[in-house]
């Protein structure tokens, strides 16, 4: 009685050890190689967008009226670099690019501390405008 568990084992350990495969190593993927050299996609810079704080300025310019554009700068807790004006007006020339504008009419510029998700906020507003030479 007690040989036929050890045969039954025996028989177990065997056959499992008859279902492995062999090692093989993984090999890496080849690359195609490559006939010239990757050539670097132009990055778009937005095109310049000219700053005016008085409409007076524009009085003796044509020019159209894109719609309304803002900027921010966040300060998400009190232990992070103030908000700065300049970086929010930089934004909003950077919105007023992405609208073809090419000058921007500051409106206001201000920080205020009841912005939510932020500790204290700098917003600039302006209006997009499209000035022709």
């Given at each position: 009685?007690?040989?036929?568990?050890?045969?039954?084992?025996?028989?177990?350990?065997?056959?499992?050890?008859?279902?492995?495969?062999?090692?093989?190593?993984?090999?890496?993927?080849?690359?195609?190689?490559?006939?010239?050299?990757?050539?670097?996609?132009p990055t778009a810079?937005?095109?310049?967008?000219?700053?005016?704080?008085?409409?007076?300025?524009?009085?003796?310019?044509?020019?159209?009226?894109?719609?309304?554009?803002?900027?921010?700068?966040?300060?998400?807790?009190?232990?992070?670099?103030?908000?700065?004006?300049?970086?929010?007006?930089?934004?909003?020339?950077?919105?007023?690019?992405?609208?073809?504008?090419?000058?921007?009419?500051?409106?206001?510029?201000?920080?205020?501390?009841?912005?939510?998700?932020?500790?204290?906020?700098?917003i600039c507003q302006?209006?997009?405008?499209?000035?022709?030479?």
């Amino acid at each position: 009685m007690r040989v036929l568990p050890l045969c039954l084992l025996a028989l177990s350990l065997t056959g499992c050890s008859l279902l492995q495969k062999p090692y093989q190593p993984i090999t890496p993927i080849e690359k195609p190689a490559q006939t010239e050299p990757a050539r670097a996609k132009p990055t778009a810079h937005p095109t310049p967008v000219k700053l005016y704080t008085d409409a007076a300025e524009l009085v003796s310019k044509p020019f159209r009226d894109l719609g309304e554009v803002y900027g921010d700068d966040c300060q998400s807790s009190t232990q992070d670099s103030p908000p700065n004006i300049a970086t929010a007006r930089k934004r909003m020339q950077v919105r007023a690019s992405g609208m073809k504008a090419n000058a921007v009419l500051l409106h206001k510029c201000e920080i205020v501390s009841s912005a939510q998700g932020c500790y204290r906020q700098a917003i600039c507003q302006g209006s997009a405008l499209k000035v022709s030479n």
